[in-house]
């Protein structure tokens, strides 16, 4: 029986167990448990950020973000086409509008060049969202937002420990979010986080994945509407274990990346993630193939599948997504290069736990589908 390969396996390694152990013959098991506190802090201070808010995945941290910058009723935040749909919807359900940018057909992120053209006099925000290891182009955003009195929210979901210009990414929004969902570069099993540097808005934040329970008010009386987003100890427990070995996650996605570069060379009608660009060297999130054709996107996948290795399709484009059609949004609207991207593009197992074997057999078996 050929074992399959999974598009993504975790990497626990470190003090994970150890400090859940900690966790369990403590009895602190809640979100009121030490580690969450050590986690916040000690992952602002490796992104270069004053605050850090965990909560419960990173969905809930955009949810926040965007209640705390005060996006409601038909106020504009512009974001890329081409992304999961955490941010759009956090967006919708506030009462904004997403206004989406085309990708760039190279680097797969939001196109920089088209951000100033949507602005207008309700536009509140941009999402800059960073899309499997390559940063987004963020200084021309950056003046953008200055120009205009903007706010950023920055997703750094996909971009764990990556450097723009040599500066953490997720240092750069007014607001910024993560994940650690298992395959992110280090993972909570679920789990997210929130940074700023602005004090009020932190408090806010905190507040708000608290049920919106007031600091100093009568225990159990609203003013707000809050969620339950919390972090619990556990989580916060593998999240500082994870944390720890950072550096030796980053090189091994690198290390990963750099195997499927060299192996995939030969490699005939697909687009592979670049290497580098002048500001930033690819953390490979996942390792993304866009074939030159949907056929051919959809015969692959089908062959791999036959030989039990794992893959994901890319993401849908959000002017695509049924759910915001039946909404009445983004009529007649088309973004080409994101579209092309979600019908030929799918990545091949990538996560930490590949191991080599593994992943040379993924590399024979995909050189082999055209040989
Ligand atoms: C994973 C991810 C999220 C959502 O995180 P969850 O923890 O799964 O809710 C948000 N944005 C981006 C870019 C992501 O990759």
Redesign the pocket.
Known sequence: MIQPILVNTPLLAGNELKYLAECINTGWISSEGPFVCRFQEQFAAYIGKKYGVAV???????DIAVQCLQICDGDEVIMPAF??I??ALSVVRAGGIPVLVDADPHTWNMNVEEIEAKITVKTKAIIV???YGLPVDINPILDLATRYGLKIIE????VIGQTYRGEKCGSFGDIS?F???P??HITTG???MILTDNEELANHCRKLRNLAFEPNGRRFVHIESGWNYRMTNLQAALGVAQLENISFHLEKKRVIGLNYKQGLKQLKGYQQPLHSIDYAENIY?VYGLVADTQELCEATIQYLHQHKIGTRPFFWCMHEQPFFKQKGLFKNESYPVAEKLARNGFYIPSGLGLSENEQANVIEILNAFHG
């Open positions: 419960a995945n990173g969905s809930a941290a955009l992304t999961i955490s941010p969202v960073h899309i997703d750094a979901a996909e979010i994940s650690f969902y395959n992110k679920e789990g997210g999130w």
